[in-house]
């Protein structure tokens, strides 16, 4: 009787262990991912009815449910979201970062999940601007902090370009003149074009192709949650969801290679 009360004993002692590990392995498991956003990037970071939502929010939400993150979402201006990423105030920042060489060398970026390409955006009727090559002697204005002043002060004329940098309203500022024209990436711009109230067109085709994803910080706690976040990407696009995500927002998959960009990179000729 002793031996079996010793035993028991054993067995409570060994499955209260095995409990306390298994809830120890849940709780690290289900670490908070904070993710620093803007809010006010229609339609992929916005508020509507005092709800945060987008197709960001839904990409992150997703990431969480593979990983067993909790995803905190913290909202800034989008000029700010750098300093917060840096200081450790965010995570990471989903806000249709851009992979540029620059941002490489200080940050450890996830596998891409957005691709898109910059569009020059004017007031519609503006037939004087039909595309990038259009823009000496006019004013073109951008969200501070984005990748788009960079790639036009690249061009070689673009001493002769007025450049103008906004926290935010540049589709309201252009579409009420004040300005000649918006660059943002083509999938916003259509989205924007398509749904709010205003009077804007597409000035011709894409001038550059972007690879956006997501920048942590380049230490080891940063490259190990990039590494639990390519995975969980990875599984997002092979079981569709990044698709069906994609295809929720805009009607068509922005998440994936185009087929022919595809085809080049694997040496298919199909």
């Known amino acids: 009787m002793t031996a079996f009360k010793t035993l ?23 670490d908070t991912l904070r993710v620093g956003m803007s809010g006010s990037y229609y339609p992929f970071t916005f508020v509507e009815r005092d ?7 839904d990409v992150l939400n ?9 995803i905190k979402f913290v909202t800034a201006s989008f000029s700010g979201l750098a300093g917060m990423l840096d200081s450790g105030r965010v995570d990471t920042i989903a806000n249709q970062i851009t992979i540029t ?7 450890a970026f996830s596998e891409p999940y957005v691709y898109d390409g910059a569009q020059v955006v004017v007031r519609k009727g503006n037939d004087s601007i039909h595309g990038v090559e259009d823009l000496k002697g006019k004013t073109v204005i951008m969200n501070l902090g984005s990748n788009y002043e960079t790639l ?9 370009i007025n450049l103008k940098t906004y926290e935010s309203n540049i589709e309201q500022d252009v579409a009420l003149g004040r300005a000649d024209a918006f660059v943002m ?10 749904d709010k109230p205003l ?22 706690a ?13 599984t997002l696009r092979d079981n569709g969801t990044l698709k069906e995500i994609s295809e929720k927002w805009f009607g068509n998959d922005i998440t994936s290679l185009p087929s022919a960009e595809q085809s080049e990179k694997t040496g298919s000729d199909t």
Do not use: C, H, W
Not at 62 to 70: C, K, L, P, R, S
Not at 101 to 107: D, G, M, N, S, T
């Open 8 to 30: 028991a004993r054993t067995l409570a002692i060994t499955s209260l262990g095995m409990t306390t590990l298994m809830g120890a392995a849940t709780a690290a498991q289900a």
């Open 51 to 57: 709800k945060l939502q987008g197709f960001e929010v």
């Open 62 to 70: 997703a990431i969480g449910e593979q990983t067993g993150d909790d």
């Open 101 to 107: 060489p620059e941002r490489q060398e200080k940050y």
């Open 152 to 160: 036009l002060k690249s061009l070689p004329y673009a001493d002769e």
């Open 185 to 194: 990436d083509r999938t916003s711009a259509s989205q924007v074009i398509k």
């Open 199 to 220: 009077p804007l067109q597409l000035a011709g085709q894409p001038f550059s192709r972007i690879e956006n994803a997501l920048p942590f910080r380049n230490d080891d």
């Open 222 to 234: 940063g490259r190990a949650q990039r590494d639990r976040v390519n995975e969980a990407l990875d």
